[in-house]
Nanobody, 123 residues
Framework: QVQLVESGGGLVQAGGSLRLSCAAS????????VAWFRQPPGKEREFVTG????????YEIDSVKGRFTISRDNAENTVYLQLNRLKPDDTGVYYC????????????????WGQGTQVTVSS
């Protein structure tokens, strides 16, 4: 069993930065792949980026390449998402999710979810 808690969201102007954290409790967090999804207002939840537990390889959608960076600190049981050069289209609720599988872009592949943290980017 893994419990996930996100933090770090907020209101920021376009071009600004935020760092989101996903803190995990429960055992053996290091063997879980973790991903970030987001849900823009009125839209479906979408995959943003993820990091494999086994080899540390990361994946991200094209719209965030070069701007968002996922990283993990297994000693602290935390995964981070650095958001740089934010755009209004990045607005949404950001969720972290965990799975024993490799990174996938479908929400149903993830067993554990946090409650989400709101990111709002003003123009």
């Amino acid at each position: 069993q893994v419990q996930l808690v996100e933090s770090g969201g907020g209101l920021v102007q376009a071009g600004g930065s935020l760092r989101l954290s996903c803190a995990a409790s429960g055992r053996a967090f290091s063997i879980y792949t973790v991903a970030w999804f987001r849900q823009p207002p009125g839209k479906e939840r979408e995959f943003v980026t993820g990091i494999n537990w086994a080899d540390g390889i990361t994946y991200e959608i094209d719209s965030v390449k070069g701007r968002f960076t996922i990283s993990r600190d297994n000693a602290e049981n935390t995964v981070y998402l650095q958001l740089n050069r934010l755009k209004p289209d990045d607005t949404g609720v950001y969720y972290c999710a965990a799975t024993r599988l490799r990174v996938g872009s479908t929400w149903s592949e993830y067993m554990y979810w946090g409650q989400g943290t709101q990111v709002t980017v003003s123009s």
